[in-house]
């Protein structure tokens, strides 16, 4: 067993400042059916038309929803009460009795506990993994984690701000794996049942691509490569320009070119290349980058291949549009998409074939991005960044939060300059009211709470309102 702890300032986005915790290196996904999924299968799309009550509220962009996407990608994915997503993957090891297999494991820092310690913020979380076979306990591996942020904006992020692996050498077979986590500070925990397959990796062949934040290539069989992973295998649309993806060859066999190709839904190759692998000591290990913008965005597949072999090593990647929204494919972004343009804007992108999806969404993103001087979209950042904020301050309001009356009035217009809540004024009222107010777009919303738990709609002329308002808001923004 190899440790190693060691902590960087960084972020997913390399933008700004986090605290990455990580025990030893490197990512992606377990062989076999380690998240209970099964393998190329998505989850419940958003469906139904645009403004339709069946559309994207059948996939509610909530934790859960992601975990039950990562298990479907073949990642390990724990509950939404703590949930961290685990990685799963293989390279060769010095012996050809044993396989070098490499546990990742994230979870975002808002699912742990923190409390104050002089100007900073502390939490402490337990990762455990056992392994075994029937009834026989193997190898058992934990870890006691202390995390340590500067700020209190870093106890709520989303991503995966906090990452734990550890590299093992196992004999090739099938065993039963349990990851788990637990919260120090908060006492919540989650575990995970999976079956793991470890194949043989003989000196010489590729080993499984590897998602990465960084990496430092390992230069013979017995190191060790320096990674920094990313266990959800996961990038943001108009946020990360590359994917960083670690290739693994080493021995004496080790091959010096790879043929690499990106396959997006319906089997569509979006992106190839030949990579050449530069000699480092007794390895040709590397680190390559594929631009997210020749991905399609949902679920995708790297494929590599020897040049001239039919030996194939592949892993899968999820292109988002944010960390908490589940979208699998492309038709579900545009479903998401339909408070933020018209649908003349949206045409294009509906009509565009798998062939020329990528050359299209690059143009709709030239095209409708309010600060073209910025490498970020701030445009769809605040939309998407509105819709996450939605569902949790209006979750009460409908089955998914932005797809209420109010939360959609929140993502197309934002929120009101002024609101009038009549139960405030006389507390005893037996229906409540409130009233939102657009000065610029002239228009006020009238949302009553029939019920009394805060479900708060619309009538006819209300909806009829909102609907024009939402329309010459989005005229603006297309000026």
Not at 226 to 253: E, H, K, W
Not at 447 to 474: C, E, H, P, S, Y
């Amino acid at each position: 067993m190899f440790r190693s702890t060691f902590a960087r300032v960084a972020t997913p986005a390399m933008a700004l400042a986090t605290l990455l915790v990580v025990n030893a290196c490197a990512k992606p996904r377990p062989t076999g059916d380690p998240g209970g999924g099964a393998s190329g299968n998505t989850p419940g799309a958003p469906g139904g038309a645009p403004g339709s009550p069946g559309g994207p509220g059948a996939a509610a962009a909530t934790t859960g929803d992601m975990q039950r996407l990562y298990r479907n990608m073949g990642l390990v994915a724990g509950a939404a009460t703590l949930p961290f997503v685990a990685s799963v993957s293989f390279l060769p090891s010095p012996t050809p009795d044993s396989t070098l297999v490499l546990l990742s494991l994230s979870l975002p820092s808002r699912a742990l506990g923190f409390g104050r310690e002089g100007e900073r913020y502390v939490a402490g979380y337990t990762a455990r993994v056992e392994l075994r076979r029937g009834p026989t306990v193997l190898r058992t591996i934990e870890a006691n984690e202390t995390v340590r942020v500067p700020t209190f904006r870093e106890t709520s992020r989303t991503d995966e701000s906090i990452i734990w692996q550890q590299f093992v050498r196992l004999a090739p077979g099938r065993y039963s794996m349990t990851v788990a986590i637990r919260d120090e500070g908060g006492l919540r925990n989650a575990a995970e049942d999976v079956n793991l397959d470890v194949p043989p990796v003989r000196l010489g062949s590729l080993a499984s691509p590897i998602a990465v934040y960084e990496a430092i290539p390992r230069q013979s069989a017995d190191s060790l490569p320096r990674i920094i992973a990313r266990p959800r295998s996961t990038v943001i649309f108009g946020q990360d320009s590359v994917l960083p993806v670690y290739i693994d060859a080493v021995g004496a066999n080790a091959p010096t070119r790879v043929d690499v190709r990106v396959v997006g839904e319906g089997d569509l190759v979006s992106w190839t290349n030949s990579i050449e692998l530069p000699q480092r000591g007794n390895a040709h290990s590397t680190t390559i980058t594929i631009p997210v913008t020749r991905m399609g965005v949902g679920l995708n597949t790297v494929q590599m291949a020897i040049p001239g072999t039919t030996d194939t090593v592949r892993t899968r990647v999820l292109v988002t549009l944010g960390d908490d929204l589940p979208i699998a494919t492309f038709d579900e972004m545009l479903a998401y998409l339909r408070y933020f343009t018209t649908a003349e804007r949206l045409k294009p992108l509906r009509d565009a074939s798998p062939a020329q999806r990528a050359d299209v969404w690059t143009t709709f993103l030239r095209e409708t991005d309010p600060v073209p001087a910025t490498a970020e979209h701030e445009g769809l950042r605040d939309y998407f960044g509105r819709i996450r904020t939605a569902n949790t301050r209006f979750r009460d309001d409908a089955q998914v939060g932005w797809q209420s009356d109010r939360g959609i009035a929140f993502v197309a217009l934002g929120d009101p300059d002024n609101i009038v809540d009549t139960g405030l004024i006389d507390p005893n009222a037996r229906v409540r009211q409130q009233i939102w107010e657009y000065r610029e777009l002239r228009v006020q919303l009238l949302f009553v709470d029939q019920t009394g738990f805060g479900r708060w709609r619309l009538n006819a002329q209300g909806r009829a309102d909102l609907d024009n308002a939402i329309r010459r808001k989005m005229a603006q923004r297309d000026q």
